[in-house]
Nanobody, 114 residues
Framework: QVQLVESGGGLVQAGGSLRLSCAASGIPFSIYTMGWYRQAPGKQREFVASIGSVGTTNYADSVKARFTISKNNALNTVYLQMNSLKPEDTAVYYC????????WGQGTQVTVSS
């Protein structure tokens, strides 16, 4: 059974930082591409960042230079370090794993106050 469990969300003031984690089980983690998406109220889910099996990273323009995605294959965990947070970063953040199949986590709320 595949599970993606996000953690680390919360309430933070603008300019602050948070680190999200996503622990994966039931998949060959090291060969999957892992990513983060977000969905703000009334908006479509959007891509935030991804990291490939060999560590190649991609970021949405809106988060470049502020967010960093990384992973620990030994722990089957992907991280999203978010710095210089802005109110417009407020959203539910979802972890995604794709490769042989496509999986989503349940999401974690991030709220940035102005």
């Amino acid at each position: 059974q595949v599970q993606l469990v996000e953690s680390g969300g919360g309430l933070v003031q603008a300019g602050g930082s948070l680190r999200l984690s996503c622990a994966a089980s039931g998949i060959p983690f090291s060969i999957y591409t892992m990513g983060w998406y977000r969905q703000a109220p009334g908006k479509q889910r959007e891509f935030v960042a991804s990291i490939g099996s060999v560590g190649t990273t991609n970021y949405a323009d809106s988060v470049k230079a502020r967010f960093t995605i990384s992973k620990n294959n030994a722990l089957n965990t992907v991280y999203l370090q978010m710095n210089s947070l802005k109110p417009e970063d407020t959203a539910v953040y979802y972890c995604r794993a794709w490769g042989l199949s496509n999986y989503w986590g349940q999401g974690t709320q991030v709220t940035v106050s102005s």
